[in-house]
């Protein structure tokens, strides 16, 4: 699977909209990228993939570029509950492809 | 439609005993993945099963840890004689098809007094 590269960590103010990036520059054509995220000792919580195409869900919006080298997931209104580490993940669709972590953003939202 | 489940949520165990992390997948679900969360660090694949079958071990350390998924019932992450350096949470995740997206459980934390 490709590698990716977030910030370590980023605040954000509540109610704002918060910007999340993501570089993936060796990704391959059949490689999808997921986010998910992890609120303190919880487990990892799905939130949005997609392979080209921008998504939208009732949680977030996740745009790619169109060279698919980067992507940035967008959480539209910022609350209190959405401290976490977000990851973003590239992964191949393929038969029981396991996901691979990496340090993914610390994401504050202060008050 | 409930989730991933995973018991029992804390798991206190003294060395060399031995571990036993369940995991009961989404309804509908015959794929689980087990993911192992040390302290401070980030997840990390541990193993892959399907019903009655073992897809992929590749994360799994060589001795001590085995896994399990039967036809009824939880699938199994067992350590035996377990060590300090055990100590973490174990997330298992389910999916429902090889390729489809996997939701996680809120793990077992495991200490090794």
């Known amino acids: 699977d490709a590698k990716t590269t977030q910030p370590p960590s980023m605040d954000c103010a509540e109610g704002r909209a918060a910007n999340l990036p993501c570089n993936h520059s060796?990704?391959?054509?059949?490689?999808?990228v997921y986010w998910y995220r992890q609120i303190h000792s919880q487990g990892p919580q799905y939130i949005i993939h997609?392979?080209?195409n921008n998504e939208t869900n009732e949680m977030a919006s996740l745009i790619i570029t169109e060279d698919r080298k980067s992507s940035t997931l967008i959480l539209p209104h910022a609350t209190l509950r959405d401290t976490a580490v977000y990851y973003c993940?590239?992964?191949?669709?393929?038969?029981?492809?396991?996901?691979?972590f990496g340090g993914g953003t610390r994401v504050l939202v202060k008050p | 439609n409930a989730g991933v489940m995973q018991n029992p949520r804390h798991l206190v165990r003294r060395r060399g005993q031995e571990a036993r992390l369940r995991c009961s997948p989404m309804k509908g679900h015959s794929h689980v993945y087990w993911y192992r969360q040390l302290p401070e660090e980030g997840l990390k694949f541990m193993v892959y099963l399907q019903k009655e079958n073992i897809i992929d071990e590749s994360g799994m350390p060589k001795e001590r840890f085995s896994a399990e998924f039967p036809k009824e019932g939880p699938s199994i992450l067992r350590i035996q004689q377990v060590v300090r350096g055990d100590s973490a949470a174990y997330f298992c995740?389910?999916?429902?098809?090889?390729?489809?997206?996997?939701?996680f459980g809120p793990g077992t934390r495991l200490l090794v007094l």
């Open positions: 995740a389910s999916s429902l098809g090889t390729e489809e997206t996997q939701y």
């Open positions: 060796t990704i391959s054509g059949n490689e999808y």
């Open positions: 993940i590239v992964r191949v669709r393929a038969a029981g492809n396991k996901l691979t």
């Open positions: 997609g392979l080209k």
